[in-house]
């Protein structure tokens, strides 16, 4: 698309038109029944409008957005979700998490869901594997699950997912595979531990659309390292949230906008001659990490 030159502002007239189509459009949700429906509505009308008329966009964008969104759907099945890509880009899907999981004392923070969670993944025991075969350097990791004060968490469910060392998540192969996911409870103290893979970075799918604006405005397609978690326990609000590997370069620079501080942990590199804590050979070398997850109370 041939760039413009910024188009200069509307006089009066023209304003005071623009103005008028905004409050008819809004006002045409007036009788919505349901409250919030039209909160959301009025103020969806709002804030479009107001983007169209700040930036004076031209019918020729406006027709090239409709075919960007038509491509995402042709591209989005149950295996890919092109839109959430563009919500992770654009730093919606992050800041709706913001918005709703507010900082509650110590809680660990939330990030981003991303599109590669499976519901009902493989039951792995306590010290299991979750990677079920997936290439990569494995990785110990362990931690507690508490609550706000510190009382020890039991039985909480903990969903964990991750890419591989090629950088692909199981769902991304065509064979369907299950690999590096599956879920766990916390023991009676609220003690977890499993083995996985090292985080590795990896480019987001950039072979669509969203890769296409992402190349458009130069901006990198790669994520930093990172190991997602669910974890949901009675009483509590359910965390989403992900640890990143400290030193690793893309921290700065994450294409979705999901590195936390508090989030970014030491990966400790172990030679393959240190034993591991259960005592499981690993044929070269291999890293640990922990991770202390603090629960919020459920929002009323």
Not at 60 to 86: P, S
Not at 222 to 248: N, P, Q, W
Not at 277 to 288: A, E, I, N
Request: proline share 8%; with cysteine; aromatic share 8%.
């Amino acid at each position: 698309m041939t760039t413009q030159p910024p188009r200069p502002a509307p006089g009066p007239e023209q304003q005071e038109r623009e103005a008028e189509l905004v409050d008819r459009v809004a006002a045409s949700f007036d009788s919505c029944p349901d409250p919030r429906l039209r909160q959301l509505m009025s103020g969806l009308v709002r804030h479009l409008h107001a983007y169209i008329r700040e930036v004076r966009l031209t019918e020729e964008e406006w027709n090239r957005a409709i075919d960007f969104l038509t491509r995402c759907g042709h591209l989005t099945d149950d295996r890919r979700q092109e839109f959430i890509l563009l919500s992770d880009v654009l730093g919606a899907s992050m800041q709706t998490v913001t918005v709703n999981n507010e900082a509650y004392d110590d809680a660990t923070e939330a990030t981003v869901f991303g599109p590669f969670f499976v519901a009902d993944s493989p039951a792995v025991p306590l010290g299991g594997d979750i990677a079920a075969g997936a290439p990569g350097e494995p990785c110990w990791v362990e931690g507690t699950v508490t609550d706000s004060a510190g009382t020890p968490l039991a039985g909480a469910r903990i969903e964990v997912w991750e890419a591989d060392e090629t950088g692909h998540y199981d769902v991304q192969y065509d064979d369907h595979r299950t690999a590096a996911r599956g879920h766990l409870f916390s023991d009676s103290q609220g003690r977890f531990r499993f083995w996985a893979v090292t985080p590795t970075p990896y480019p987001i799918p950039h072979d669509g659309p969203v890769g296409k604006l992402l190349e458009s405005v130069g901006r990198s397609p790669m994520r930093a390292s990172h190991l997602h978690f669910k974890v949901a326990h009675e009483g509590c609000r359910t965390l989403v949230t992900h640890i990143f590997v400290r030193g690793d370069e893309l921290l700065d620079s994450d294409a979705v906008f999901g590195v936390k501080e508090s989030l970014v942990k030491d990966f400790e590199r172990q030679p393959a001659d240190v034993p591991t804590p259960d005592g499981r050979s690993t044929q070269g070398p291999w890293s640990r990490v922990r991770f202390d997850i603090v629960l919020a109370p459920a929002q009323p």
